[in-house]
């Protein structure tokens, strides 16, 4: 991916729809797949996916008249952009930063530590 974008919680939700399909989704389809509390007109969601297509985080296919949206980089792939970011904008890049805030903030088990100790004997 040439330049990553960081996604709003609105372009979240829809993007957590398209992830979740099997197969590119349509306007529709996301529509429906919207929680109750969502009640976004199809111009709304239309918007969102235009400017997740801008991020390159989603392709459109046309097929008759709808277009079929699906991801250009998975879930997981996007987690370790977000980590990224996040590292470098809290931390100035530093991963060791990072592992000693949450050690001295508390926030790590003894089970999250030992799989640590593990992960990075590997």
């Given amino acids: 991916m040439e330049k990553w974008q960081r996604m709003s919680e609105a372009e979240k939700q829809i993007m957590d729809i398209i992830w979740a399909s099997d197969r590119p989704v ?23 996916l235009a400017r997740l297509m801008e991020k390159g985080l989603v392709s ?18 996007y987690r370790y952009c977000e980590t990224r970011q996040f ?20 926030d790590l088990t003894k ?9 990075l004997k590997e």
């Fill in 87 to 106: 590292i470098q904008d809290v931390h100035n890049g530093s991963v060791t930063g990072l592992i000693s805030a949450l050690c001295e903030s508390g």
């Fill in 26 to 48: 349509t306007t529709a389809q996301i529509i429906a797949r919207l929680p109750e509390d969502k009640a976004w007109k199809q111009n709304t969601v239309i918007t969102f």
């Fill in 60 to 77: 459109a296919t046309r097929v008759g008249k709808a277009n079929h949206y699906q991801p250009r980089m998975s879930e997981q792939e």
């Fill in 111 to 119: 089970e999250d530590i030992e799989a640590l100790m593990k992960r």
